[in-house]
């Protein structure tokens, strides 16, 4: 299977609710590389690489995000592969 990359912003009550720890958890469990962040306009932002499967996983996860959150809508754009990421990191 091919590797992928994709951007997703997530909108809702996702900030304060453990969204950037769970979704680091569960894309090291998925095998993921990238980064998630909190935006400014209180929206997350994730950008992720690693194989299609694990990636359509991850945008599934994103769609409810951990117990605490209420995920109005996740805009996801499909990227090249480019292989930058060694790990998943929450940047601030």
């Known amino acids: 299977m091919a ?3 994709v951007h997703l912003v997530v909108k809702g009550r996702v900030t304060g609710v453990f969204f950037r720890a769970s979704a680091q958890r569960e ?3 998925l095998g993921i590389t990238g980064w998630v ?4 306009d209180g929206a997350v932002e994730i950008r992720a690489e690693g194989e299609e499967d694990a990636i359509k996983e991850i945008i599934g996860w994103a769609q409810h995000g951990p117990s605490a959150a209420r995920v109005d809508n996740v805009d996801v754009r499909w990227k090249s592969y480019t ?3 060694f790990d998943f990191r929450i940047e601030q």
Do not use: L, S
Not at 37 to 40: E, H
């Open 83 to 85: 292989g930058e990421f």
């Open 37 to 40: 962040k909190n935006r400014n």
């Open 3 to 5: 590797n992928k990359g």
């Open 27 to 29: 894309a090291r469990r």
